[in-house]
């Protein structure tokens, strides 16, 4: 099986500007989590989604959102972006939404200038 | 708030060496338990799992762990590290009631010397 893909791979952007990252999960998987990796804050929650449901949310604020379409695949969008935004996104996807391990994808490196 | 803690945040070893990485983590509920593994350049990848029955677990090159639910800890171990060990290693919890979020440790950085 392919495993979990994101795109693009690298982005830059400025500030106050908006993006949306892309994420494929592998086949047959309904969960789609996101992750923010930054040196300073670590791995943090974004948010999951379930057939298309938001889930669960971490703690970011509203200018961060996602979404997931019927065939599992899953956008997040950050709108304003701020220099603070600057990260590895990662993907991680899994068959359910809990009692199963996650896969993760590459990231997509965002950085905002 | 539910937490995880790893203690070492960089570690150096010779080859040949044993390793052990802590986790310890808040919280007296059920949990799911995970190391994860980052290779320079690489994504992350699973090393090994615990969801329940025998707490000691093992994982993929050799790597073990063991969950001890009365010191909320979850330590990393094997017993003769390689120069190809060298990579970032996160302690995760998925805690009852949290779907399948992860909350992840700050992370070790291992560097395995020849």
């Known amino acids: 099986k392919a495993g979990v893909t994101q795109t693009p791979r690298y982005l830059i952007k400025t500030r106050g500007q908006q993006v949306t990252l892309s994420c494929s999960p592998i086949?047959?998987?309904?969960?789609v989590s996101w992750y923010q990796q930054t040196p300073g804050q670590g791995l943090q929650f974004l948010f999951e989604?379930?057939?298309?449901?938001?889930?669960n949310k971490g703690n970011f604020p509203g200018r961060f959102s996602g979404r997931q379409f019927s065939n599992s695949r899953s956008e997040m969008n950050v709108s304003t972006l701020e220099l603070g935004d600057s990260a590895l996104y990662l993907c991680?996807?899994?068959?359910?939404?809990?009692?199963?391990?996650?896969?993760f994808g590459p990231g997509t490196r965002l950085t905002v200038t | 708030a539910q937490s995880v803690s790893q203690h070492n945040h960089h570690v150096i070893l010779s080859e040949a060496a044993s390793l052990e990485l802590g986790c310890n983590y808040s919280?007296?509920?059920?949990?799911?338990l995970f190391w994860y593994v980052q290779y320079p350049g690489q994504h992350l990848q699973l090393l090994l799992k615990?969801?329940?029955?025998?707490?000691l677990v093992k994982g993929i090159k050799g790597f073990e762990a063991e969950f001890i639910k009365s010191k909320f800890s979850f330590n990393l171990r094997k017993p003769s590290v390689q120069w190809s060990d060298t990579a970032e290693y996160f302690c995760?919890?998925?805690?009852?009631?949290?779907?399948?979020?992860?909350?992840f440790g700050t992370g070790t950085q291992l560097k395995v010397e020849l």
């Open positions: 991680a996807s899994s068959p359910q939404t809990s009692s199963y391990e996650q896969y």
């Open positions: 086949s047959g998987h309904r969960s």
């Open positions: 989604y379930f057939s298309e449901t938001q889930r």
């Open positions: 919280y007296g509920g059920t949990v799911n």
């Open positions: 615990y969801f329940s029955g025998d707490p």
């Open positions: 995760a919890v998925r805690f009852t009631g949290g779907g399948n979020k992860l909350t």
